[in-house]
């Protein structure tokens, strides 16, 4: 047996991966700057520039298309679209040579660079390196880009570290940085990027959310009712969700504080953002900028979305998801539990929770656990109807209340609090001297008197919030009694800035549908209006008990 070598013939091999002499070859660019600074538009500019006069100066070479990416970091594909273009554009083969600058400005993933150029060699397209003199399709050019992949990836890795700890420099001094491009209520002030203006008309829809929220709306009602007065959303989009209504009210940034690095990326190269559950230390800064909702408002929506989602484990509590206002506010007056819905082939009841029936097969004897009345939808629409109609006649009442509020619980837990802070900056400074004798018994023991005092000013704020929360409620019935007498002594509020507990309810107040009050009565029952003011409504044997959220209540007999 005898073997005979055929040699290779470099020319073939050559024309394969070659345009005909007649024909010139599509040859393109690419560009990349990894962000939108003055500086690197300048380099995006050159960039492009360079490239254009290159390939138009060599007549063999025909220009296809320039493809650049401004602003978007190398360390991925995801987001760089004419990067993606260009590989699509060489796979349906209308490109046979891609400049570029250099290997980081082509890619700083060594996969992701190394993928890219093998699929193109394998297509017989050729990039070529301008800074590293490389050609992929020469022999040594995968060793040389591998090695100079990875460096540039390790260089990316460095500058990401390198703005990380300069993002958290930032923070030490107070300085936050927020998207406003997606933040409802707020823009960058234009002579500091670090400080936050509001916008005004969008403050307004931010004050309504967490009025309505106060009132008794869900969020997911509250998404609803903006979507159905043609609000955009942060995004500018038309369709409101529960989870975008629900990050408003809890963001801090809406009462003037910054709570900085509550994410961070676990990856430089995919970008992924994870939650800073204490990974790195978190920077928060109080009055950092002007707030769109007082603090007492704030942390008042706080407590009411925590109270909300401990109602959902209580069975018979309200369901403020609910589109019936009736819906977990009727009461039985004999078991207390809530009252449910049952819809009739003419008429709408509601029955006690607790009412159930036992059938027998023969005799249909009824057995009911719970001895309450059936009560028709009409009867108890009219009941709250006429007691809020009633209200006129508590006006002075609900004064009363409200000045006790003011000058009583209010303005004694304002003391306990200011006086509370006065021990606490004393207790400060006797540790700040003991820290210099070395005292560390006696540190450690005014340490824990400190804390019981935090503990303290904590209760003693949820307390005021209270207070002030049914001192606001009282607001709210007379704000609706004037509208029914047709008081319209009380204009709203049309300031620039809502910085106190008052206004942010003067700026938002209710306005009446058309039609729903007429002649000084309300005409027509409104879900709204029950979810506004009344607590719940307790269904008794001779008639029904509204109670209002101001803390009292209105007794309505059966006709």
Not at 81 to 109: P, Y
Not at 391 to 396: A, F, Q
Not at 439 to 465: H, V
Request: aromatic share 8%; proline share 3%.
């Amino acid at each position: 047996m005898s073997v005979k070598v055929i040699k290779a013939n470099q020319q073939v091999r050559a024309a394969a991966v070659s345009q005909p002499a007649t024909e010139k070859i599509p040859v393109c660019a690419y560009c990349r700057v990894s962000t939108d600074s003055d500086e690197q538009e300048t380099s995006y500019e050159a960039q492009v520039k360079h490239y254009t006069d290159y390939i138009n100066s060599h007549p063999e070479y025909e220009m296809v298309k320039i493809y650049a990416d401004e602003g978007i970091s190398g360390t991925s594909r995801k987001n760089r679209g004419q990067f993606n273009q260009m590989i699509k554009d060489c796979e349906a083969g209308f490109i046979k040579i891609v400049l570029t600058k250099s290997i980081s400005r082509w890619a700083r993933n060594t996969v992701d660079s190394i993928q890219t150029i093998r699929k193109l060699k394998d297509l017989g397209i050729a990039v070529i390196f301008e800074k590293e003199n490389i050609n992929t399709l020469d022999a040594k050019g995968e060793v040389l880009i591998t090695i100079m992949s990875s460096i540039a990836q390790q260089e990316s890795d460095s500058i990401s570290k390198n703005v990380r700890l300069g993002i958290q420099y930032l923070f030490q001094q107070g300085k936050g940085r927020l998207n406003t491009a997606q933040f409802l209520g707020y823009d960058k002030d234009p002579e500091d990027i670090h400080k936050y203006v509001i916008v005004p008309e969008e403050a307004e829809i931010v004050r309504r959310i967490y009025r309505e929220f106060l009132e008794g709306f869900s969020p997911g009602a509250i998404a609803g009712r903006l979507t159905a007065d043609g609000i955009k959303t942060p995004a500018g989009k038309d369709t409101w969700y529960q989870s975008t209504v629900a990050s408003i009210l809890e963001n801090e940034k809406y009462c003037g504080d910054l709570l900085m690095q509550k994410y961070f990326i676990t990856d430089f190269l995919t970008h992924k953002l994870e939650k800073n559950t204490g990974q790195f230390p978190q920077y928060f800064v109080e009055n950092h900028h002007p707030p769109i909702v007082p603090k007492e408002i704030f942390h008042q929506v706080q407590g009411e979305m925590q109270r909300r989602s401990l109602l959902k484990y209580e069975p018979g509590k309200i369901r403020y998801g609910s589109k019936e206002a009736l819906a977990g506010r009727l009461i039985c007056g004999i078991c207390g539990r809530t009252l449910k819905q049952y819809k009739g082939p003419t008429r709408i009841d509601w029955r006690c929770r607790d009412r159930t029936y036992e059938k027998k097969s023969i005799t249909k004897e009824v057995k009911a656990s719970c001895p309450c009345r059936n009560v028709p939808e009409r009867e108890a629409q009219n009941a709250v109807l006429q007691a809020l109609n009633m209200l006129p006649l508590y006006r002075d009442d609900l004064i009363r209340m409200q000045g006790a509020l003011r000058d009583g619980s209010i303005k004694r837990i304002d003391f306990e609090i200011e006086e509370n802070r006065e021990r606490q900056g004393r207790l400060t400074g006797r540790i700040g001297d003991l820290a210099a004798d070395g005292g560390e018994d006696e540190i450690r023991f005014l340490d824990e008197e400190l804390e019981k005092m935090e503990i303290s000013e904590t209760a003693l704020i949820l307390e005021r919030a209270e207070a002030a929360g049914k001192e606001i409620r009282i607001k709210l019935l007379l704000e609706f009694i004037d509208i029914l007498t047709g008081n319209t002594s009380q204009k709203m509020w049309l300031g620039s800035a809502c910085c106190d507990y008052n206004e942010f309810f003067q700026r938002t107040r209710y306005r009446p549908k058309a039609g729903l009050i007429e002649g000084g009565k309300l005409r027509l029952f409104d879900n709204d209006l029950v979810v506004r003011y009344l607590e719940s409504v307790v269904v008794k044997d001779d008639g029904y008990e509204v109670v209002f959220k101001a803390g009292f209540s209105v007794f309505i007999n059966l006709d």
